[in-house]
């Protein structure tokens, strides 16, 4: 931890040395500090967890996609996992937030899905070489979300979901679903600049009972 303070340090005295400055040198200067400080927290932050993540989390994961950032798997058994959902495609790549992401793919929900329906949440950022778990904060990161049908009530369901009669509300009921192209806005910012190679892994369960797993990589602009 001491190595990335005195980074930090000897940006900030590099950035403040010289001669006098003008009033627009002096306003970059400040939006140029801003930056470092932010990702000194940010840094921080996910360096506290290298320890535990480190000796578990390969640095090359071997679901990527060679020709493309994102790539998409299920990491459960689909002969056993209630909805399975494949063929997945995202554009563009990399993904900008806030913007529109484009998704296709394939969801078979084999079976009636019941509340209530939690989903555990890991979210990884590739620092360093290495793949880093980042921890939960004010319900941002690697956190357990409780009964998402609480959630799915106050969400409108998008027309396009709504003609091929995808199930947006729970009860979730059995179906196959072909989406094709569809677009969906991201309209905040993230809390922190964040760029680069991130993984997301998602275990949905209802009763304790595995309902779905999913693995995505993708990159941020």
Known sequence: MQVYGILVVLATVCLTSGQPLSTSEESELSSARGEVVRMWHFVRAVMRNLPSVAGTVPTEPSFRARDSSFSFKNCGNPEEEIIVVSDVSMKPDPVSIPGNVTLSGNVEIKDRIDAPINVDLELYKQLFGLWV??????????????????????????????????????????????VKDFVYTIKESLPIPVSGDVRIVANVYSNDVLVTCAEVELKLA
């Not at 998402?148 to 995808?166: A, D, S, V, Y």
């Open 133 to 178: 778990k980042i921890p939960c904060v004010d319900n941002l990161g690697s956190c357990v979300y409780e009964d998402i049908c609480q959630t799915l009530k106050e969400i409108e369901c998008p027309e396009q979901l709504k003609r091929l009669g995808f199930p947006c509300k729970c009860p979730i009921t059995p179906g196959n679903f072909a």
